[in-house]
């Protein structure tokens, strides 16, 4: 299966034994089953009931709920379970990404979220040692796994192969280029990437896919070594520096905040004049690029954008 290769994948099969928690004397959900998944149908899921409200496929998962809410509902659609906690920095960049992401899926896939200072016996039966830690689990067993923040296009490749594994149809991708620059961009070999990218956009000038991953192969090399906490202080410090704003924003975009960034930017257009305001502009448009021109965030900030300049 694909994974985020910036983290290594620690799922190492039958490590995660999910029996653990079973009531006793309650079936196991992958009984009867093979390699290739269930012999029979599934049992009918229970109503779907996220604790607290909000949007359905996104859950808060506790011991009690664990065996409904992740090892049923996996028998038939795929499950990823967030490890995270309160106190936990890298948690907040890396949930918010899962959670668009989750809600973009409508349902082809359920996010679990297990708060680990409250769950520690679901902590340890998935051996985590350290968060996010981030668990796919399909037809009651867990398929793959990866630790830390990822950037969005890894996370959105990531959950494309558990989707396969959980056999919902996916598209398959059409360019191996496409892929060939993808691979080089996930493992970090920006000027390979960046390369790859260009060449496509040589011969294919309209393709959207390579101007995405161009213009984050951009962002990546910005926030290189960026200090993320101390970039968006320095920004709240100095609303009108440029540079600072334009470094927060690209840290909102990889963090999983990219409305906000997307506002910071068109409320500094709106506040420059000059070859400021056309700089701003532009750093703007390069990151409406990474998200490409269906994200509705996008079609809301090009309006923004549009009042601001005139």
Known sequence: MSEPRT????FTRGAVDLGALRPSGSPSPAAGAGAGGPAGPPAEQPAFSPSG?????????TEATFQTEVLERSMTTPVVIDFWAEWCEPCKQLSPVLEKLAIEGAGAWILAKIDVDANQRLAQMFRVQGIPMVFAVVGGQP?????????EAQLRQWIGAVLKAGGVEVEAPADPRLESADDALMVGDLDAAEA????ILFEAPADAAAEAGLAQVGLFRRVQGVDAAAALTAASAAPDDLEAQMLAADVEVLGGEA??????LVD??????GDDKETVRKHLVTLFTIAGPDDPAVSAARRALAS???
Do not use: C, M, Q, T
């Open 7 to 10: 983290s290594p994948s620690i």
């Open 53 to 61: 409200g909000g949007n359905a496929a996104v859950i808060e998962v």
């Open 143 to 151: 398929v793959d796994a990866f630790s830390g923040v990822v950037p």
């Open 196 to 199: 790859a990218y260009k060449k």
């Open 259 to 264: 409305e906000r960034a997307y506002k910071r």
């Open 268 to 273: 500094l257009v709106r506040r420059s004049v």
């Open 308 to 310: 601001a300049l005139f």
